[in-house]
Nanobody, 118 residues
Framework: QVQLVESGGGLVQAGGSLRLSCAAS????????MGWFRQAPGKEREFVAA??????YYADSVKGRFTISRDNAKTTVYLSMNSLNAEDTAVYYC?????????????WGQGTQVTVSS
């Protein structure tokens, strides 16, 4: 069982930056794919980024602006977001899975709201 708790969301102006954190419980954290997803109002949840060991995966919409990283000692995964725009407004979810970077993900956090004002 893995429990995930996100933090770091908030309100930011367009062009600004935020860093999301996801604290995970569980002794096998280092072997999991850790992913970030987001869901904007009225839209489907979409993949943002994932990481396993040192390999990273990104959605085209965030490449060059977002960076996913992890600290296995702290069992925490981060999402650093730069050059934010209104289209990045969404609830961001952390997820953990053992299969593939594109899913399925077995464990999910409760989400953290990111709002970008233009």
């Amino acid at each position: 069982q893995v429990q995930l708790v996100e933090s770091g969301g908030g309100l930011v102006q367009a062009g600004g930056s935020l860093r999301l954190s996801c604290a995970a419980s569980g002794r096998t954290f280092s072997s999991y794919y850790m992913g970030w997803f987001r869901q904007a109002p009225g839209k489907e949840r979409e993949f943002v980024a994932a990481i396993r060991w040192s390999t990273r995966y990104y959605a085209d919409s965030v490449k060059g602006r977002f960076t996913i990283s992890r600290d296995n000692a702290k069992t925490t995964v981060y999402l650093s977001m730069n050059s934010l725009n209104a289209e990045d407004t969404a609830v961001y979810y952390c997820a953990a899975g053992s299969s593939r970077w594109d899913g399925p993900y077995n464990y999910w956090g409760q989400g953290t709201q990111v709002t970008v004002s233009s």
